[in-house]
């Protein structure tokens, strides 16, 4: 590339190029100046905000610089990229990060105090990116930033949603959603107008014969909507890459209006159908593990995968490469079936557009894609109806029906035996109306198919994917367990423990090689440091509950055991055995005497989390949490032994705090039903330990930190089975002490019991398909285990290190060697150090 560009430019570039800041002074010219001139503000009206923007501009210039670097290095290198197909990304805030992964965070600190602001106070101004439900955009968020670490060529494509996941407010113990409008002032993101796709919806199929007699369809008519690319910098930590995160906007396709209706008078008409096209990329659906079949739903997945592939199919062709080629050049990831449609959409691009014909195009589709899949609950397996289907994307519809009609002649031929194995592997699922099922897609378009933990991967195989086992024989399943990025959840979240840590392993290389931790252990019994991590649990302690006194009002003692459960509010994620538990412990403490009661471990419960706002059974529990607060919190028999608190609007920033506050978390997923999750490592990695089940990454944590260090509780996820058959056809008891609860609940304990009956309902009479009453006596006996443990501080704080210290697995970094190695093919591009 330097080569191609004339000497006489080369060299004005170079004069020009701008240097980046250096020193503290260096640092508030450029922070002034862009609070000077880009935002056009002067001193006497610079506010936190204004020094937030001003800081975060002079940190985007040197992230920008590295960036241009990286992009024009990996098009000269030309060797394999990954794209990262999700429809979430779960950012959070991105100015610590950045000032992390660029180093200087020193002198901004230094800067800015001299401007009269903390950077603590700076930092949180940034409004999260919250682009994500829960686990499964969070993952994407890691991955990003551990491709960038590891030198990784690889992009991310999303959509860009106007509105994120909503904010939640309780009001009277009520979550209420309020829209998330975050693009005011995003200095993260770069609009790149010249970069657009026309993305086609609706129409019909014609077909043609070409000159050589070949029959040819061909997808006409319909709607053309556009689609912007919005680019935004992914820097790694302790390196100069800084890949990209490419999400697409949506407008109309002649630009501004239709000038035809615009002319003729029809001005409303034309504005709306500008209105209809942004509504694509407009909000992003707030249900996790459910998914509902609307169609603005389809048509967001096929325009992102529509104008990723097109992006995608465009950069490899100005290789000049043929076609076979494009598996060895491209490697796509299907961050779960949200972006299965760009199997077809790539079939469709080789055969329709291209001229290739079936099983050439086939050859390169299948060896190009991967599937990771992150949940065999069966309301969350996507699903969309043929009908749909045909009016909205017929070409697509046909092509999945010849990968269908390919697909059962091979098993066909290789079953010939087996009379229903057609039926339950098409893809076609014959129900009224008939539905596309696109996981089976998935599978059958993708080379590997991944499960997020141990357990998860194995159930995958013997569950809804049993049958394409055996048709694909066991290679083509995998697994990679999950992990988080050290970065953020280690250093950025807790940066006194990771200071701690560094001082004794002699600098921070393990936020690049996490397992190096494991040499901790060497300072179990070492006093001084023990003392300084059990001062840091208590002074993250401490700010937690500030943070609550500052926004619920509630008093809270630092010195009791948090018990923390943060995460989407389901089901399945049994918050209601918590809340249970918490009652059931409320009604314990009402019976005590006063030398009991001075025995108890005083405790402070606390919930977060967002209910999908369609899910009444989960807005339901946030409400009785919220009741049981306001009865508990004001019992003057309970005082400190008891708090229960409702924390609102729990998301990644706001994880950042409470992770680091915990001595216990709550991971207590019916077995078998989650399949990795992902804050169970946060806590852990931040000295908290966990009570949990025997499911998801819970297994994998216990291989690894040692069963003494980990409260487990439950049935087996192999037993769950007879257990909910037992439920249904036999007799049922209900467990004695969680009758106790629901007395107490049905007698107005916690206000109206008819808020509650179905809550109550759905364990005692509609079978109790989350087992809560099979495992509440195992649950709440493991509580009291806890109390007991928690009494010996000496003993807890050697679990808390020696788990600390046995965490290494779990970062992101190793998660994405795996996934390139296992599955991308692809090797990290170190970036020369001349430049
Ligand atoms: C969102 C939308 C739909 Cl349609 C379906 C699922 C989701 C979603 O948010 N899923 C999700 O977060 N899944 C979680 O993925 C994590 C990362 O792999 C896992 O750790 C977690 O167990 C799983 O529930």
């Known amino acids: 590339v330097e080569a191609s560009i004339p000497e006489p430019q080369r060299a004005a570039w170079k004069k020009f190029t701008p240097k980046p800041f250096d020193t503290a002074e260096e640092f508030n010219a450029e922070a002034v100046r862009h609070i000077e001139t880009t935002l056009a503000r002067s001193m006497y009206n610079c506010d936190e905000g204004a020094a937030y923007a001003g800081t975060a501009l002079a940190f985007r210039d040197r992230l920008v610089l590295d960036w241009n670097k990286t992009q024009q290095a990996q098009t000269f290198k030309d060797q394999k990229r990954v794209y990262y197909l999700s429809l979430e990304f779960l950012m959070g805030r991105a100015l610590d990060n950045a000032m992390l992964n660029i180093g200087k965070k020193d002198v901004a600190v230094k800067g800015l105090s001299d401007l009269g602001f903390r950077m603590e106070d700076i930092i949180s101004q940034e409004h999260d990116a919250a682009l994500g439900n829960g ?139 500008q209105q209809r096209a942004e509504t694509i990329s407009a909000v992003l659906y707030p249900n996790d593990n459910l998914e509902r079949g609307k169609e603005l739903r389809l048509k967001q997945q096929y325009f992102w995968c529509a104008a990723s592939l097109f992006d995608i199919v465009r950069r490899f062709k100005k290789t000049q490469r043929p076609w076979k080629d494009f598996p060895n050049q491209v490697a796509i990831q299907l961050n779960d079936t949200h972006p299965t449609l760009a199997i077809p959409e790539l079939q469709r691009i080789l055969i329709d557009q291209e001229g290739l014909d079936w099983d050439e195009a086939w050859s390169i589709v299948s060896k190009t894609f991967g599937y990771t899949n992150h949940t065999v609950l069966p309301e969350a397996l996507e699903k969309w109806s043929v009908p749909l289907f045909q009016h909205l994307l017929p070409r697509h519809l046909q092509i999945i029906y010849d990968i269908n009609l390919q697909f059962l002649q091979y098993v066909e031929r290789n079953f010939p035996k087996e009379r229903d194995i057609l039926s339950r592997v098409s893809i076609i699922e014959e129900a009224n109306p008939k539905m596309v099922r696109m996981a089976y897609l998935a599978v059958i378009g993708s080379h590997k198919v991944n499960g997020v933990a141990e357990l998860h991967s194995d159930l995958i195989k013997t569950t809804i994917f049993k049958d394409f086992v055996k ?106 055995l918590n809340i249970f538990g918490v009652i059931h412990r409320y009604l314990a403490i009402k019976a005590m005497s006063p030398e009991e009661k001075k025995k108890l471990a005083p405790r402070v419960s606390i919930f977060g989390g967002k209910a999908a706002p369609g899910y009444w059974m989960a807005k339901t529990v946030i409400h009785l949490v919220n009741q049981v607060g306001k009865v508990v919190n004001s019992d003057k028999d309970v005082g400190d032994l008891l708090k229960v608190i409702y924390l609102e609007d729990y998301n990644v920033s706001k994880a950042e705090i409470i992770c680091p506050a915990s001595d216990i978390s709550e991971h207590i997923s019916t077995a078998g039903t989650e399949a990795s999750g992902t804050s169970n490592m946060k806590f852990v990695i931040n000295g908290g330990l966990i009570i949990g089940t025997c499911d998801g990454a819970n297994i994998e944590i216990t291989r690894e930190i040692g069963e003494n260090n980990i409260f487990l509780f439950g049935n087996l996820a192999e037993d769950v089975e007879e257990l909910r058959h037992s439920h249904m056809y036999g007799t049922y008891t209900l467990d004695p002490s969680l009758a106790a609860v629901f007395d107490s609940i049905q007698s107005g304990t916690f206000g109206d019991a008819g808020a509650f009956t179905s809550l109550v309902n759905g364990i005692v009479d509609h079978g109790d398909y989350y087992l809560v009453s099979d495992d509440f006596a195992s649950y709440c006996k493991t509580q009291d285990l806890i109390d007991e443990a928690y009494r010996n501080q000496d003993e807890w704080l050697t679990k808390a290190i020696t788990s600390v210290a046995r965490m290494g697995f779990f970062s992101s970094d190793r998660c994405i060697d795996e996934y390139a190695e296992m599955i991308w093919n692809t090797e990290p591009l170190v970036p020369s150090k001349d430049e």
């Open 135 to 273: 686990g499964l955009g969070r993952l994407a968020a890691c991955f990003l930033d551990s491709m960038a670490s590891l030198n990784y060529p690889a992009w991310g494509y999303g959509l860009r949603y106007r509105y994120g996941i909503f904010k939640q407010e309780i009001i009277d113990g009520y979550q209420v959603e309020v829209p998330d409008y975050w693009l005011d002032f995003n200095p993260w993101e770069f609009a790149r107008h010249d970069i657009t796709v026309d993305v086609q919806f609706y129409g019909y199929v014609s077909k043609y014969q070409d000159d050589d007699g070949k029959n040819v369809s061909f997808w006409e008519g319909g709607e053309i909507v556009q689609a912007c690319a919005y680019d935004v910098p992914i820097a790694g930590y302790g390196t100069s890459t800084v890949n990209n995160l490419r999400l697409w906007g949506s407008k109309a396709a002649s630009g501004e209006f239709d000038f035809q209706k615009f002319n003729s008078g029809e001005y409303e008409s034309s504005v709306a159908d």
């Open 471 to 576: 048709i694909y024989g066991p290679d083509k399943f995998t697994n990679v367990t999950n992990g988080i990025t050290p970065r953020r959840w280690l250093h950025q979240a807790n940066p006194r423990l990771s200071e701690l840590i560094a001082s004794k392993l002699g600098g921070y290389d393990f936020l690049k090689d996490l397992t190096l931790l494991h040499k901790l252990e060497a300072y179990v019994d070492d006093k001084d440091f023990r003392k300084e991590f059990q001062e840091i649990k208590y002074a993250n302690k401490v700010r937690l509950a500030k943070y609550i006194k500052d926004t619920l009002g509630v008093s809270v003692n630092p010195s009791a055991l948090f018990d923390v459960q943060v995460k989407r509010i389901h089901e399945y994620k049994r918050q209601q």
